[in-house]
């Protein structure tokens, strides 16, 4: 099920002066969020099991994406999940 907060978050962060305060300080971004304690500790941790069936994914590969992880990296991390192997092909075609 999607989280409305969490999408909402990813959404918000591309705005440039939103993210750069994320980088800083995360705690204090998602304190303007209301979402339950599982997934605002999932953002903390960057719990990718936890955040992919709550958003939508082209949000979540652009909030990884301002973190600096690289699509092969994000890429390789959705394909070490349970039932993920969809994007393996994508991988190894580039």
Not at 22 to 47: C, G, H, N, T
Request: zero cysteines; a neutral charge.
């Amino acid at each position: 099920m999607r989280d409305y907060w969490l999408n909402k978050l990813f959404f918000d962060l591309q705005q440039p002066a939103l993210a750069g305060e994320f980088k800083k300080d995360r705690e204090a971004v998602l304190a303007r969020y209301p979402m339950s304690a599982e997934v605002r500790r999932a953002v903390i941790e960057d719990d990718i099991a936890v955040l992919v069936p709550r958003t939508n994914a082209y949000l979540l590969r652009f909030y990884y994406a301002i973190l600096g992880v690289k699509d092969a990296e994000f890429i390789r991390r959705l394909n070490e999940l349970p039932g993920h192997t969809e994007f393996k092909e994508q991988a190894s075609h580039g």
